[in-house]
């Protein structure tokens, strides 16, 4: 009895096994449930409160620190009370031009998305929002990127060694 139940086991699991070979999970499955296609929830999170997701890795992977990151590491990096002041005014600043742009980053890609959504894409249409949706990004990019910029005026250039080293970014031998 042991021996049939065996075989059926096998019988049936050998099918599955082949079917789950040649249907791998497809990486797209449950996106197609998000308000927006093309922006993960943690995505929308950072947009609404103007975090930088990586869009100035440019500036701070060169020797160009990061206002935020600068606050957050302000202690080791034996920050005056005016350089503070100064970080503090860059990081709301930069939040004051990256959240509205956010936003609006959010709408052009729900914009985008209903037009697929409501089959009315065409060529042109798809241009356009496509257009919109890259002016955007380019913004919401410069934006994050100048304000590492401006950063580097507050700090000293042994404090931007000091941050680059802190950050774990190849011994802080950066130069400007």
């Known amino acids: 009895m042991h021996r049939l139940?065996?075989?059926?086991?096998?019988?049936?699991?050998?099918?599955?096994?082949?079917?789950?070979?040649h249907n791998p999970p497809q990486?797209?499955?449950?996106l197609e449930q998000r308000p927006v296609k093309a922006l993960s929830p943690?995505?929308?999170?950072?947009?609404?409160?103007?975090?930088?997701?990586?869009?100035?890795?440019?500036?701070?992977?060169?020797g160009y620190p990061g206002p935020t990151h600068v606050l957050e590491l302000a202690g080791p990096l034996g920050l005056t009370s005016e350089q503070r002041a100064?970080?503090?005014?860059?990081?709301?600043?930069?939040?004051a031009e990256a959240i509205p742009l956010g936003e609006r980053l959010i709408?052009?890609?729900?914009?985008?998305d209903r037009l697929f959504a409501e089959k009315r894409v065409t060529a042109g249409t798809l241009?356009?929002?496509?257009?919109?949706?890259?002016?955007?990004?380019?913004?919401l990019r410069a934006a994050h990127l100048r304000y590492h910029l401006?950063?580097?005026?507050?700090?000293?250039?042994?404090?931007?060694?000091?941050?680059a080293m802190l950050r774990g970014y190849g011994g802080g031998t950066h130069r400007h």
Not at 27 to 30: L, N
Not at 42 to 62: C, H, I, S, T, V
Not at 150 to 163: C, F, N, S
């Open 86 to 95: 100064r970080t503090e005014a860059l990081v709301a600043a930069m939040k």
């Open 42 to 62: 943690e995505q929308l999170a950072d947009l609404r409160a103007g975090r930088g997701m990586g869009l100035a890795l440019p500036a701070e992977l060169n």
């Open 5 to 21: 139940a065996n075989l059926f086991a096998v019988a049936v699991a050998l099918p599955l096994s082949a079917l789950a070979q």
């Open 107 to 112: 709408a052009d890609e729900a914009a985008l």
């Open 127 to 139: 241009d356009t929002a496509s257009a919109s949706v890259g002016a955007t990004q380019a913004a």
């Open 150 to 163: 401006d950063m580097i005026a507050v700090l000293t250039p042994e404090q931007v060694a000091r941050y």
């Open 27 to 30: 990486p797209y499955a449950g």
